[in-house]
């Protein structure tokens, strides 16, 4: 049986997917600690913005314990080595989700058409949490 993955200490979120095919239509979330400025740095690269635009803010590191707490909400520990594609679509969508902790654990996930429990609302929330960063300090 799979050891259960604990959500705390993160000091790496990386989500990105794609909402179709047109240019610029992935998007980009993370959050990463920046030991130097002993702060988190919020990397946002919104639906239809290139990646050379994306933008980055320096955040509370109370904003990583919200993170924690939707991850936690969403079960998305359970999501590690979720890895499915559906082979026959050409034109769809996909993600890649990469979490590391202090504790050297990890949650890593992928998909393309076919996404785990819970997904598409943990992703509504993530977009709502990260945008509302972007929005008040962009």
Not at 68 to 94: M, P
Not at 125 to 131: N, P, Q, R, S, W
Request: hydrophobic share 35%.
């Amino acid at each position: 049986m799979k050891k259960e993955i604990v959500i705390k200490d993160i000091y790496s979120f990386n989500l990105s997917y794609s909402k179709g095919y047109a240019i610029n239509s992935n998007i980009r979330y993370e959050m990463i600690f920046d030991k130097e400025k002993n702060k988190y740095i919020a990397k946002i690269k919104p639906y239809g913005i290139s990646e050379k635009d994306k933008k980055e803010f320096v955040v509370d590191n109370d904003k990583i314990i919200e993170l924690e707490n939707l991850l936690k909400k969403y079960h998305v520990e359970k999501w590690d080595g979720f890895n499915k594609f559906a082979k026959d679509v050409l034109d769809g969508d996909s993600f890649s989700l990469i979490i590391w902790m202090n504790n050297n654990e990890s949650i890593h996930a992928s998909g393309y058409m076919i996404w785990p429990d819970g997904y598409k609302n943990f992703v509504s929330k993530i977009d709502e949490f990260f945008m509302n960063i972007y929005n008040k300090k962009g």
